[in-house]
């Protein structure tokens, strides 16, 4: 039976940064009908690390995509620190996701005639308040590749370019979907290691989906999807490093 997310919150608890209740997502209609989210209850706090775990269809790409603005759902309660996003119109959606979120997908989108520095550069020319370059390329410890080119980069030097360049914004909020998919072990370890050092330091939200269930020891929440629901829920009570992770 699917449980919900976080226990119901007491007059002590943090308010959430999102609150989720009955979302609903739902592509085509009728012999063509999928359901990608079938009523998703959920509660996403400050500083959290969270791990989406579930089968291919099961909704964690879908939930990914209406948290940070790239879709919107067809039904249901989508708040962001209390405004409803799902009443939000294109132009509120592109501020909200040019302002509050980050994202870091499989594939790192880099720009190939740039620098490292200049691919971050990018996003710090129209953030409110952003990370110099330099220090976001630092937080993932590629401060000695600042004037490399993407070509000149490692896969996953890469992907740590594309999570600087997220977070040199100061997201609240970082989504990762499969950020290590197209990397070996090895390498996967070094940008899990450079996420889980911007969620420690910096204190954003992070969510990360994942088909890896070995990564789930490394969240303060494993939330497992199945069918478009949240299926079950698991706290760590102690986050293990990533050097620790048994892979």
């Known amino acids: 039976m699917a449980s919900m997310a976080h226990p119901v919150p007491t007059a002590s608890s943090p308010t959430p940064i999102f609150r989720v209740r009955g979302l609903t997502k739902v592509y085509g209609s009728g012999a063509t009908e999928v359901r990608a989210l079938a009523g998703v209850d959920l509660d996403l706090y ?3 690390l ?3 775990l579930g089968p291919s269809g099961s909704g964690k790409t879908t939930l990914l995509n209406n948290l940070g603005g790239l879709d ?3 039904a249901g309660d989508l708040e962001y620190r209390g405004t409803d996003l799902t009443a939000a119109d294109e132009a509120q959606l592109t ?3 040019r302002d509050c979120v980050g994202f870091i997908f499989q594939f790192y989108n880099l720009i190939p005639s740039l620098t ?4 971050v550069g990018l996003i710090t020319e129209i953030a409110r308040d952003p990370l110099p ?5 630092e937080l993932v410890h590629l401060g000695a590749r600042l004037d490399h080119f993407p070509a000149q980069l490692s896969g996953g030097e890469q992907q740590r370019v594309a999570i600087a360049r997220a977070i040199a914004k100061r997201p609240e909020v970082l989504l990762c979907d499969e950020p290590t998919g197209a990397l070996d072990v090895r390498t996967g370890m070094v940008v899990l290691e450079a996420i889980e050092r911007v969620n420690r330091e910096l204190g954003t939200l992070t969510v990360i989906i994942t088909h890896n269930a070995v990564m789930a020891d490394m969240a303060d929440r494993v939330i497992h999807f199945m069918d478009g629901r949240v299926h079950d829920v698991r706290r760590n009570t102690n986050r293990a490093p990533v050097n620790s992770l048994h892979w």
């Open 46 to 48: 400050a500083g959290e």
């Open 50 to 52: 969270v791990v989406l």
């Open 72 to 74: 919107v759902p067809t």
């Open 95 to 97: 501020r909200y996701r």
């Open 116 to 119: 490292a520095r200049e691919n």
């Open 133 to 137: 370059p330099e220090t976001a390329l």
